[in-house]
């Protein structure tokens, strides 16, 4: 019986699916059970279709900063989409070095696989081959001809999970960035690959924030000239092929240190900074049933979907799921809530009666009004006074009776 108050009182079409406060104070007013609070709590908890429909955990994991390496040697990458130039291009491929924040910006007129392999190529002759590229899960990026230009120089693939480009916030913010200056340079739509050139540059002459130097002299080792108006002092040294190259090594180390304490310092403020709204999200045993949240792909459509178990964690933020027919994700941990099983499943419930339910009721009813229900009764109680008073009663008794001469 109690179940059936629960799903009326909130799995019933007329009762909403809403919380715990709402759903005791409508089973409250008509019925009550010990620990009634508890069990509308448990019953709410374990719906599935309010897990479905509700928003992502407000508290995220805690920062996982990446490691600190050396120049060129892990490289984010990503595709900017903007306004078509009277060349033709209207897609930009971004790359950025995550130690020197180098940034490269390539102008393309479509972003098929071949056209970005061919791209990459030109950067890894110019500048080196870096040992790790990340980007996101674009069609792209996952081909099969990206693959093979990867494994033929030796780089390793990187990935961020679905529906989470944190994960690969560097080249994100240089997306951000680009979009400001072409608003800054007040630059036309179709002139903007005109303007390109001169913006990379101002940005790789500017000092870091994260670095405390600019992206030009770490991966360089020099200033570069960026102010012709200043005078400057010509170099009185006659440098040799190897004096300077022992001094350009001595520096290129001074500054290789001096960035790599910057980058410490800078991913421990900003993990300070995003853990202080973070919470750790409990570690699930494999085999545990969860919910995978999507963006919403429609206004009416549930943000979880169900049918996945949690097969591995590959990080303390990314996790392999497996769903029913096979099919294996891997997703941030942000992602992922662990479903809260209902241990009993319920039937509507059918309240309608027949004109054979009332019939039967009616004969009931006439079949008992001539039988008297035998009751069961606690004698009379006998009020008897207490025995000092029996003199004094007894007494006044016969002198109310003499009065009224019957004495």
């Not at 913006?199 to 080792?221: C, I, V």
């Not at 012709?228 to 300077?244: G, K, M």
Request: proline share 8%; aromatic share 10%.
């Amino acid at each position: 019986l109690r179940q059936r108050f629960l799903y009326a009182a909130h799995d019933a079409p007329v009762a909403g699916h809403f919380g715990v406060s709402k759903t005791l104070a409508r089973l409250g007013s008509v019925a009550y059970w010990p620990n009634m609070a508890k069990d509308i709590a448990e019953y709410c908890r374990t719906c599935d279709k309010c897990q479905q429909s509700k928003p992502p955990a407000p508290t995220p994991a805690p920062l996982q900063p990446f490691p600190i390496g050396r120049p060129w040697e892990r490289v984010s990458i990503d595709i900017l989409e903007i306004p078509m130039s009277r060349h033709g291009n209207k897609y930009l491929l971004v790359l950025q070095d995550s130690f020197t924040k180098w940034l490269e910006a390539l102008p393309m007129k479509d972003q098929t696989a071949t056209t970005v392999a061919r791209k990459l190529t030109a950067v890894f002759c110019r500048f080196g081959i870096p040992e790790t590229l990340h980007s996101d899960q674009g069609a792209t990026f996952e081909s099969e001809t990206l693959r093979l230009l990867l494994n033929n120089f030796g780089i390793k693939k990187t990935r961020t999970t679905p529906y989470h480009p944190q994960s690969d916030g560097l080249v994100e913010r240089a997306n951000r960035t680009l979009l400001q200056l072409f608003r800054t340079y007040m630059v036309k739509d179709a002139d903007w690959e005109d303007h390109l050139p001169l913006m990379l540059y101002a940005y790789r002459t500017a000092k870091h924030a994260s670095t405390g130097a600019s992206p030009f002299t770490l991966m360089f080792g020099r200033e570069a000239k960026t102010i012709p108006a200043l005078p400057t002092v010509p170099d009185q040294w006659n440098y040799s092929s190897e004096h300077w190259n022992n001094s350009l090594a001595r520096k290129m180390q001074q500054l290789y240190t001096f960035a790599k304490e910057h980058l410490t310092l800078e991913a421990q403020r900003q993990k300070e900074q995003y853990d202080r709204a973070a919470r750790a999200p409990p570690t699930l045993l494999g085999g545990t049933p969860v919910w995978i949240w999507y963006p919403r792909r429609g206004k009416f459509k549930p943000q979880w979907q169900g049918g996945w178990t949690i097969s591995k964690y590959l990080s303390p933020t990314t996790v392999q799921v497996r769903r029913d027919d096979g099919q294996n994700k891997v997703i941030h941990v942000n992602r992922v809530r662990e479903r809260q099983t209902r241990h009993i499943q319920l039937e509507p419930i059918d309240i309608s009666h027949t004109e054979e339910d009332i019939t039967q009721i009616n004969h009931s009813e006439n079949k008992n009004q001539g039988e008297t229900p035998s009751l069961k009764r606690n004698p009379p109680r006998t009020r008897r006074p207490p025995k000092k008073y029996e003199d004094f009663i007894c007494a006044r008794t016969r002198v109310f009776y003499a009065k009224r001469g019957r004495v």
